[in-house]
């Protein structure tokens, strides 16, 4: 469920109409709801009530520091996986005991930042990793606290590109090493194990995997206990999808998602962490952007946007879908025509989808690409000196501008020629 819903004929953001917004803001633009985000996170505290655990949110997802603060807010900690974010999430006001440092090429200066900082833990992803990570902890007299992430070799049956938990992926170290790999960070200087880290995928819509992966989480928290290392935290990672086409069928709630936490792990006597991110931004945010032509080509027409690939790549990227709909509500019934919907930039790939069937829409109209809260602004670029696009943030009635477009002029001048030219 999210807030953006057609009430007298257009399309509104929670109370707002979306024609307002793009009065004031210009096209295109992101805009996010407050109402959703909110609730969203909320059903991730409802699926683990009775655990002990925190929900700490994926930053990489989307990282503007009005929706951290929303979310820091309601009790949420912080997946982070770089210095960058670390210093968004500080700014937001999360303190450094919610941060949880992730990814695989953690550099001695973003270990510097996160122990003088303050950080929950570090997921440690490789051998070399926890001996740099010993060495700079140990060098300012303290303590990292660190889980190991474990690849256990499960198949998220995701896209490609976003699975993470199989043998031949980048994350993690072999489940089969884990082990000899725990009993060397016991005797390091400057590191204190606490407990085991998992993720397998993004954008998982059945549990199984989950399940696969816990089972043999589960395992190996018993096995390192009978090591003698004090097993306390299980981060299982994030990953749970979100329903990018209306109609089909839904992924698992987090409800579901919860109680099979409680079945596979709930005997363990641990502190469970989760990393949500699409699941609660995804369908909080939307893509309004504004049809430039409507072009008939050779065979096939196409609606071409003010909005490109560089301000929502994962069509491009991924081949992925996003619901697009008018913002003026079609006339029931009203015949629907199919076109290439594409955006200004010089590639072939600048193309959002292909003979997609939509109600009549022209030249100057408003359209909405849904559940596009998550890896949208995120991931944006300047490529073809496109200015990043505006970030809206809608609560009730009202609405602020919580990323600014840059002016031309800002973009140019972040170039500096060399003394000689």
């Known amino acids: 469920m999210d807030h953006f819903l057609y009430r007298n004929g257009q399309l509104h953001a929670e109370d707002v109409p979306l024609h307002d917004i793009a009065e004031q803001v210009g096209t295109p633009f992101y805009v996010y709801s407050t109402a959703t985000l909110t609730r969203h996170f909320t059903l991730f505290q409802e699926a683990l009530a009775g655990m002990d655990h925190l929900i700490c949110f994926a930053m990489k997802s989307n990282s503007n520091q009005a929706v951290l603060r929303i979310l820091a807010d309601l009790g949420a900690g912080m997946d982070v996986v770089?210095?960058?974010e670390y210093r968004r999430a500080?700014?937001?006001?999360?303190?450094?005991?919610?941060?949880?440092?992730?990814?695989?090429?953690?550099?001695?200066?973003?270990?510097?930042?996160?122990?003088?900082?303050?950080?929950?833990?570090?997921?440690?992803e490789s051998e070399p990793e926890l001996l740099a990570l010993s060495e700079v902890a140990s060098g300012l007299g303290v303590t990292a606290p660190i889980t190991l992430r474990v690849n256990p070799d499960v198949d998220a049956k995701t896209h490609e590109k976003i699975a993470t938990g199989r043998k031949e992926d980048k994350f993690g170290v072999p489940i089969t090493r884990a082990r000899d790999i725990?009993?060397?960070?016991?005797?390091?200087?400057?590191?204190?194990?606490?407990?085991?880290?998992?993720?397998?995928?993004?954008?998982?819509?059945?549990?199984?995997?989950f399940e696969a992966a816990y089972l043999k989480i589960a395992d190996l928290t018993?096995?390192?206990?009978?090591d003698g290392h004090r097993i306390t935290r299980l981060d299982l990672g994030g990953g749970l999808g979100i329903p990018y086409t209306r109609?089909?069928?839904?992924?698992?709630?987090?409800?579901?998602?919860?109680?099979?936490?409680?079945?596979?792990?709930?005997?363990?006597?641990?502190?469970?962490?989760?990393?949500?991110?699409?699941?609660?931004?995804?369908?909080?945010?939307?893509?309004?952007?504004?049809?430039?032509?409507?072009?008939?080509g050779e065979g096939r027409d196409f609606l071409i946007l003010d909005a490109a690939m560089n301000d929502l790549i994962r069509p491009a990227m991924y081949g992925a879908h996003h619901d697009i709909i008018p913002v003026i509500e079609p006339v029931p019934g009203a015949e629907q025509y199919p076109f290439d919907i594409v955006g200004p930039v010089c590639e072939s790939g600048d193309t959002f989808a292909r003979q997609r069937h939509m109600p009549p829409v022209g030249a100057g109209d408003l359209i909405a690409f849904r559940s596009a809260g998550a890896y949208g602004a995120v991931m944006s670029s300047e490529y073809n000196t496109r200015p990043l696009i505006p970030e809206v943030l809608v609560k009730g009635d009202h609405f602020a501008v919580i990323r600014p477009r840059p002016t031309f002029d800002e973009i140019i001048n972040r170039d500096t020629l060399p003394p000689w030219m």
């Open 82 to 84: 770089s210095g960058g």
């Open 90 to 124: 500080r700014a937001a006001g999360v303190p450094g005991n919610r941060i949880v440092f992730s990814g695989v090429g953690k550099t001695r200066d973003e270990m510097h930042l996160a122990l003088t900082g303050g950080i929950r833990q570090f997921n440690v």
């Open 182 to 209: 725990y009993a060397q960070a016991a005797k390091l200087p400057g590191i204190e194990v606490i407990g085991i880290d998992v993720h397998i995928g993004s954008q998982l819509t059945d549990l199984a995997p």
């Open 222 to 226: 018993r096995q390192l206990r009978a």
């Open 247 to 296: 109609g089909n069928e839904a992924p698992p709630l987090p409800l579901d998602y919860g109680a099979m936490i409680q079945r596979t792990l709930g005997d363990l006597e641990v502190e469970i962490e989760i990393e949500p991110g699409r699941l609660i931004s995804g369908n909080a945010g939307i893509l309004v952007a504004q049809v430039i032509y409507l072009k008939q």
